[in-house]
């Protein structure tokens, strides 16, 4: 009976044995899967059996943690190991996690006092992002220490709250790894020796790294070295990642082949001459990231030559996400060279806004500028925003001193300018300009006291911009060996489109101008307004040609128009009741309205009638009337007709300027009493009227009349009383009293005079003269040759000559 139960019993045993390991692999899967699914692990694979040694062999094992694969063959396990041959671990992008922002805790794993010993023989690991697949071996030679060989060589210490270790990598894993098209990762080169340590919330990461960046566009090498220590963490609560950077040696070197990437230009050499090929860059102790907030304390990049640069960039903060709209940072610049004597920048950027100032000092101007200046120093300040994805609103100043410049045949001192620009948010801009210079010269010309105000002001918005203009200008002086101008000033104003139309208003020496302009690619044409307005503020420019020249009275205005770039115009003038005083020479109420123009440097005036109402020189010259023109340069004057000594005189034509010509002068209906009583005193009257002609030779400055005659018209007489000369060779040459004696009463019936003037004033007349003495009942033929200084006489008369010396009383003492 007992035999027969316990050989059922152990046919039942010996079933239910052969049935579980049959029916092994849906059992454990039955049993083991839904614990591994509370955790998130899918068994989806489990192939195993039992060896005669009693150890478990499993062929294969398939797991599936958040959508990452896990495939495990050659399994063998016992109490004391467990070895694997092969594992693939397959990386995919991890699914969206419902309890994303669930905190992450301090590991509190439950490890076992005793467990098998793990060795996997290779693990290869996959992913897309991966350029090949990562293969590494991993041995546990003691109880939770791990060592992992491979690509990756590393060793780790699991404990109950941590996981802890070190590894190396380099770049040649790198490379593996990172699947990219960017060929500069070929140029990188790196290796690094990491400790490292997780406590479920903070990974963090402290050892060496060595890197070098060797790369070369067309001919310029740059080379980046870093070495160093490099300390790591991250929290995954918070997701703020810690770099502490500042044990770090960072070098970056340039050969001098980089200067050949600046543009050929003017300026290309200059450039070169300034930029250092050796730099070292400092970070801060650390740099942090959390989420997509990244903040740099401090960066300084300097450079290692004779040529200093010290760039300081300060409080960086940016989001990585939208670097432009979030960056926030401070900038430094400071420069010397031994060409630049010193460059400051100080910005603060803000987004899209920045704000700072500058200055630059320079000893003298770069070879390739276009001037030479020696003491340049310009500063300025500014406030941008928008100046990156729109239009710029804000303000930008600057200020420039100069000592001295040179250009283009300029020379000038002590400049000083200050420039700002502002636009607001209507695009509204304006730019104001002014400037002072103690003086400038231009070859004969030299200018002192220079002030300017520019002001321009437009709307830059949609549609075709137009800009106004306002402008004023004073100079005190402008000197030339030929003229000198006082008191310039001009005030300005313009519209700037697609041409400039603009228009000055100019005051110089006190003369008044309207000048208006248009310029334009095509053309330029322009007009000058000159007002009615008084002529004595001429004088301060006659005076300068003819210090006795003065105009005491008198009106004139005028029109210009033409072409500056045809170098052409056409003119209208009107001179009224104008009166000038040369030394004791008197003309009075000139009258003349006269147009011409000028072309291809050529000036011409149309004949034109003048009116002079009166001319005093000694002698009186009343109602004189001419032609006057200008032909290609030269001023003529002619059909000039007057009144003088009761009677009337012409001149035929006069060429002003001409060294060497003649001018024939004729006189008509002369009232003889008054030419001889030019001498009050003499004590002759000689009545009757007298006509001649005088051929005036003008030879290089020098006045003479030659051949010349006078004759009478009709009858006359002369009587001689009182006269010294006379009476003394009476007394003298008793022998001729008879004959003397008929002048003192003669009626003349015909008298000529051949007429010569030397140009130092002395006149000779050759007189023949017929008559009758009605006393003496005698016919009379009279010679005389008579010599007198006509100079002297005209002389004495001026200044015997009552209304001029009142108007050279009146304004010889006057300025301008």
């Known amino acids: 009976m007992f035999k027969r139960v316990g050989l059922i019993v152990g046919v039942v045993l010996l079933s239910t044995l052969l049935l579980g390991y049959v029916f092994r692999l849906p059992l454990l899967q039955w049993v083991i899967a839904p614990k591994l699914d509370k955790v998130g692990v899918t068994l989806n694979c489990l192939d195993f059996s039992i060896t005669s040694s009693l150890n478990i062999h499993a062929d294969r094992v398939c797991l599936n943690y958040q959508n990452q694969q896990l495939q495990l063959t050659g399994i063998t396990a016992n109490t004391k190991r467990v070895d694997i041959e092969n594992a693939v671990l397959t990386v995919n992008p991890l699914p969206k996690n419902k309890n994303a922002n669930q905190l992450a805790k301090n590991l509190d794993l439950a490890i076992p006092l005793n467990r098998p010993l793990i060795n996997i023989k290779q693990l290869v690991v996959k992913s897309e992002e991966f350029n090949k ?56 080169n790196f290796n690094t020796q990491q400790a490292f340590s997780f406590d479920g919330i903070e990974l963090e990461l402290n050892g060496d790294i060595s890197s070098q960046f060797a ?41 001098p082949s980089c200067t050949e990437l600046i543009p050929p230009s003017e300026y290309a050499g200059f450039i070169s001459k300034q930029v250092p090929l050796n730099w070292q860059l400092t970070l801060p102790q650390s740099i942090g990231l959390e989420g997509s907030e990244l903040s740099v304390p401090v960066i300084n990049l300097m450079s290692e030559s004779d040529k200093q640069f010290d760039i300081l960039i300060t409080d960086t903060t940016l989001n990585i996400k939208s670097p432009l709209e979030n960056l926030q940072t401070n900038l430094s610049a400071q420069i010397n060279t031994p060409d630049i004597n010193n460059i400051n920048v100080n910005a603060r950027l803000a987004g899209t806004a920045i704000k700072g100032d500058y200055a630059i000092a320079l000893e003298s101007l770069p070879e390739f500028a ?12 500014f406030d941008i925003s928008g100046f990156i994805d729109s239009k710029p609103i804000g303000f930008i100043n600057a200020k420039l001193t100069l000592n001295s410049v040179d250009a283009f045949d300029i020379s000038a001192v002590q400049y000083q300018g200050d420039l700002t620009a502002k636009m607001d948010k209507q695009l509204n801009a304006e730019v104001a300009l002014t400037q002072q210079l103690k003086s400038a010269e231009y070859k004969e010309f030299k200018v002192t006291d220079i002030s300017n105000t520019l002001t321009a002001k437009a709307n830059l918005g949609v549609g075709e911009l137009f800009a106004d203009l306002t402008a004023k200008t004073n100079i005190k002086a402008v000197n030339s060996p030929d003229i000198k101008l006082n008191n310039i000033k001009v005030e300005s104003t313009g519209l700037q489109s697609r041409a400039l139309k603009a228009t000055h208003y100019v005051f110089v020496n006190d003369v008044e101008l309207v000048v208006n302009h248009h310029v334009s690619s095509q053309a330029h044409p322009f007009e000058v307004i000159i007002p009615e307005q008084s002529v004595l503020p001429l004088n301060t420019v006659i005076n300068q040609f003819e210090p006795l020249a003065q105009l005491t009275e008198g009106e004139f205005n005028g029109y210009i128009s033409g072409d500056v770039n045809l170098q052409n115009a056409s003119f209208n003038m009107d001179v009224r009741h104008a009166s000038a005083l040369y030394n004791d020479y008197l003309a009075s109420d000139l009258n003349s309205i006269f147009s011409g123009e000028y072309n291809s440097g050529k000036l011409n005036v149309k004949p034109t009638t003048f009116n002079l109402n009166e001319f005093r020189a000694g002698a009186v010259v009343k ?10 340069n030269t001023a003529l004057i002619n059909d000039v007709k007057g009144s003088v000594f009761g009677g009337e005189f012409s001149l035929d034509t006069y060429t002003v300027g001409k060294p060497n ?50 004759f009478s018209q009709g009858t006359g007489n002369l009587k001689i009383t009182n006269n010294a000369a006379f009476d003394a060779v009476m007394q003298q040459q008793q022998e001729l009293q008879p004959v003397l004696g008929l002048l003192t009463n003669l009626d003349i019936q015909k008298l000529n005079s051949s007429v010569a003037l030397k140009n130092d004033g002395w006149l000779k007349l050759g007189v023949n003269l017929q008559g009758y003495n009605k006393a003496e009942q005698q016919q009379v033929n009279f010679n005389y040759n008579h010599e007198e200084n006509v100079f002297t006489l005209l002389r004495a008369l001026r200044l015997s000559d009552e209304i001029t010396q009142k108007v050279e009383q009146q304004y010889s003492q006057k300025g301008n």
Request: with cysteine.
């Open 133 to 188: 697949p990562l293969k590494i071996s991993i041995l546990e030679p003691e109880l939770n220490k791990f060592n992992v060989t491979g690509d990756i060589n590393a060793s780790a210490i699991l404990t109950a709250n941590k996981v802890s270790g070190q590894f190396a990598v380099n770049d040649t894993l790198l490379k593996q790894v990172i699947n990219t098209k960017n060929t500069l990762i070929e140029d990188f």
């Open 661 to 710: 010509q003649v001018a024939n002068v004729k006189f008509e209906n002369i009232d003889a009493s008054k030419l001889v009583t030019l001498d009050d005193k003499s004590g002759i009257v000689l009545t009757g009227r007298l006509a001649g002609s005088l051929p005036v030779h003008f030879n290089s400055g020098k006045i003479e009349i030659i051949d010349g005659s006078l």
């Open 215 to 255: 790369h070369t566009y067309e001919q310029c090498k740059v080379n980046v070295l870093t070495t160093g220590k490099l300390a790591t963490r991250f929290n995954l609560n918070s997701q703020a990642l810690i770099l502490n950077t500042d044990l770090l040696n960072n070098k970056i070197n340039l050969t």
């Open 370 to 381: 276009p001037a030479t200046a020696n003491g340049l120093s310009l500063n300025g300040h």
């Open 623 to 632: 109602k004189i009337k001419g032609l006057w023109q200008v032909s290609n």
